[in-house]
């Protein structure tokens, strides 16, 4: 069956891949670290590297969607992150819960 995610403009149909409606490509992002998983909230990148390491992308605005480059935080043990609005949830390598409002 096919799920729509509504307004994000996002439709997917289980085991087939994304149609994106709004935008025609995908831009290569230059960076010498190896992510693991990435995070996105409201003009916020986060990712966690291979090693924990937890980075955040410097300088998305409006006139520069992409950013201009990663600055790590000083994390290191980081096994995966989500943004929630202005709010960072983790788990560490220990299995523990963690969380951390997001300041701009």
């Given amino acids: 069956s096919t ?3 509504g307004s994000s403009g996002i439709n997917a149909e289980y085991g087939q891949l994304l149609t994106v409606e709004y935008g025609s490509e995908w831009v290569h ?3 010498s670290l190896r992510f693991r998983m990435l ?3 409201d003009g916020v990148l986060f990712g966690v590297t291979n090693d924990n390491k937890l980075y955040f ?3 998305i605005n409006a006139g ?3 950013g201009s480059d990663w600055k790590y935080t000083g ?3 980081v096994l995966k992150m989500y943004v929630y609005k202005n709010l960072a949830i983790g788990i560490d390598t220990s ?3 963690k969380y951390s409002q997001i300041t701009y």
Avoid: K
Wanted: aromatic share 0%.
């Fill in 95 to 97: 299995n523990r819960l």
């Fill in 29 to 31: 992002v230059q960076s």
């Fill in 75 to 77: 994390l290191s043990d």
């Fill in 39 to 41: 995070s996105a909230g």
């Fill in 64 to 66: 520069s969607p992409l």
């Fill in 3 to 5: 799920q729509s995610t």
């Fill in 57 to 59: 992308r410097e300088g």
